[in-house]
């Protein structure tokens, strides 16, 4: 008779919670790594914090189909957040959310005879950590950054990242002990180069350590291969697993049928066929491909410093701008780039992946968000960075200086970055000498994060590692 019982309990489903931030980059993380979860066969609830009139979901896969999505409250229905400082948005979110999770983690354990025993939460939300405690549930904190910009947090949240930050070389170093040398001080976060600029930021990427010690596990979007020093160093002050790139199946392993999206958007699709069917038109490796992020806003002068080094670069361009950026673009350049043999196309949104792995796209002009930078990476694309501001920095300097995967534009004493300068960039990577070293470099780490999401990989291992656990609880 207990042999039965335990043979019955085994195979009930085993739940897994999942708190997702309600920022897109955020949620093409959590999202992906929900599906690699089911693929080891857990049940995933994927839950969406999101009520404000502005925010939707938009479903674009089915593979979003094996795990659940649920939506909460995230207290500002009817409130325009564009109107609140970020203060005052922060302490809103995290109180009205604070109560959602909590009434979704008991309606959730008194509905399911197994209900989940780990929640996973994005690591800007640490008091996800202690809802799940004291509902007698483990935590997993995800961070959504690299590495190395949670080493530098995490050293200016314990204090041994002095400020005012300290020249180590006298000449625009600073060193981030015991790893991370050699930068130099505009390649740090820039809420840890200048910590007064945005403090309501500040408060957030550094509670990101207030409790993490409390989590049963913490997990980076990354891989051990392309951080190894920093991510050896993490591991030897608490235990860390690598589970990245989470980026969709499909452009990697190839293990999750139909996982070729991330599958749940904040913005609606519409000129997904248009990119496909222009890129379609050109020649391998010669169209630049130009996206900020769907949060950057630029200055109209560097927008049309941008226009001017795009259209006079050798090859041609497919530009992301966004419709709240349009009427910063020069006048007529829209008409202009219709009229230059279709050398220039500018779109209010595309499928990034479906763009960066297309044969014709030999350079990615990015922002350096973590997203964007292991997309690039994950799919071999040479790049060059024109970074702004929080993490993207650090990126940049690894994506140039570390895995030598790209050139970073200069900025002049205005803090623009000129047309020249752009033009400049932008034919070296794609038919200049340092180009070539820029491509075999890429191509490298291409397959390197290929290999680390496979069977057996080095992220592989221990999503599965992390699965094997859970399973392991129920069976307690």
């Not at 519409?270 to 020649?283: F, P, R, V």
């Not at 994950?378 to 993490?391: A, E, H, I, K």
């Not at 070539?436 to 490298?444: H, M, Q, R, V, W």
């Amino acid at each position: 008779m207990m042999d039965q019982q335990k043979s019955e309990r085994s195979i009930k489903p085993i739940h897994v919670l999942v708190l997702a931030y309600p920022s897109q980059g955020h949620i093409n993380q959590v999202v992906e790594f929900s599906k690699r979860l089911a693929s080891k066969g857990l049940n995933v609830a994927l839950i969406i914090p999101i009520s404000e009139p502005s925010k939707s979901l938009h479903s674009t896969n089915h593979a979003t189909s094996s795990i659940k999505i649920e939506q909460i409250s995230d207290g500002f229905e009817g409130v325009d957040t564009n109107e609140l400082s970020r203060d005052v948005y922060f302490e809103l979110f995290t109180v009205s959310v604070s109560k959602s999770l909590t009434n979704f983690i008991e309606q959730h354990q008194s509905s399911q005879d197994d209900p989940a025993k780990v929640l996973v939460y994005d690591s800007v939300m640490p008091w996800a950590l202690d809802i799940a405690i004291q509902h007698g549930m483990h935590g997993a904190s995800f961070f959504t950054q690299s590495c190395a910009v949670s080493a530098i947090y995490h050293h200016v949240h314990r204090g041994t990242l002095k400020f005012p930050l300290e020249d180590s070389r006298g000449q625009g170093h600073v060193s981030v002990p015991p790893v991370i040398s050699n930068l130099k001080l505009n390649d740090l976060p820039s809420f840890v180069a200048d910590v007064d600029a945005c403090p309501a930021f500040v408060k957030v990427v550094l509670d990101q350590f207030s409790n993490v010690m409390r989590a049963n596990w913490r997990l980076f979007n990354t891989f051990a291969e392309l951080e190894d020093e920093v991510v050896k160093w993490m591991g030897s002050q608490c235990p860390v697993l690598t589970v990245g790139p989470t980026i969709p199946s499909m452009y990697l392993d190839k293990r999750i049928q139909h996982d070729k999206d991330y599958g749940l958007s904040l913005f609606k699709p519409n000129d997904a066929e248009t990119c496909i069917g222009w890129l379609d038109s050109k020649d391998a490796d010669s169209v630049v491909y130009a996206s900020f992020g769907s949060l950057a806003s630029l200055g109209e002068e560097q927008m049309e410093e941008i226009a001017i080094g795009l259209k006079r670069m050798k090859g041609n361009f497919l530009w992301v701008v966004r419709a709240s950026e349009e009427k910063k673009l020069p006048r007529n350049f829209l008409q202009d780039t219709e009229l230059l043999d279709g050398k220039g196309l500018v779109v209010k949104w595309c499928d990034q992946l479906q763009v960066l792995s297309h044969g014709s796209v030999g350079c990615f002009m990015t922002h350096c968000g973590w997203n964007s930078t292991m997309e690039g990476v994950s799919l071999g694309v040479p790049m060059v960075v024109m970074p702004r501001w929080t993490d993207q920095p650090t990126n940049a300097a690894f994506i140039t200086e570390v895995w030598k995967v790209g050139l970073r534009v200069r900025v002049n004493e205005k803090g623009i970055v000129t047309s020249e300068e752009i033009e400049s960039c932008i034919n070296e990577v794609m038919g200049g000498e340092r180009g070539k070293e820029i491509k075999a470099n890429s191509l490298k780490w291409r397959e390197r994060a290929r290999i680390s999401m496979e069977e057996g990989g080095s992220s592989d291992n221990n999503i599965s590692d992390f699965a094997k656990n859970i399973i392991e609880m129920y069976k307690q």
